[in-house]
């Protein structure tokens, strides 16, 4: 059953940006560590992108290849429920599905890249750069 819903992926140019955003009804994203994950065409499982802790901490934790280019981020307030991955500097191999999960924990683990502390997962929005 699909707790999480992703948008904002598209097509964009090499060097563009594209902002992601993860929503859900079920339950408060701040509560839990959360985070997005990515799965190429040619790829055969997914890579951990980025990860951050509940808002307790909010520390962000990103895979080598997003740091200094994507960012996310949470909103809680003003009856928002949000998690963003703000994305500049895309390049063809950013293409992919993009996830969204949820862990049941409020900490991002050191092998938060593996996946297997994540036990709610969206269907995905598909980013494609080209030009």
């Known amino acids: 059953q699909v707790q999480l819903a992703e948008s904002g992926g598209g097509s964009v140019q090499p060097g563009g940006s594209l902002t992601l955003s993860c929503t859900t009804t079920r339950f408060d994203l701040g509560d839990y560590a959360v985070g997005w994950f990515r799965q190429g065409p040619r790829e055969t499982k997914r890579e951990g992108v980025s990860?951050?802790?509940?808002?307790?901490?909010?520390?962000?934790?990103?895979a080598d290849s997003a740091k200094g280019r994507f960012t996310i981020s949470r909103d809680n307030g003003n009856g928002k429920n949000v998690l963003y991955l703000q994305m500049n500097r895309l390049a063809q191999e950013d293409s992919a599905m993009y996830f969204c999960?949820?862990?049941?924990?409020?900490?991002?683990?050191?092998?938060?890249?593996?996946?297997?502390?994540?036990?709610?997962w969206g269907q995905g929005t598909q980013v494609t750069v080209s030009s």
């Open positions: 999960a949820a862990t049941s924990g409020a900490y991002c683990s050191d092998s938060w890249r593996e996946g297997a502390i994540f036990t709610k």
């Open positions: 990860c951050i802790d509940w808002r307790g901490s909010s520390d962000a934790h990103y």
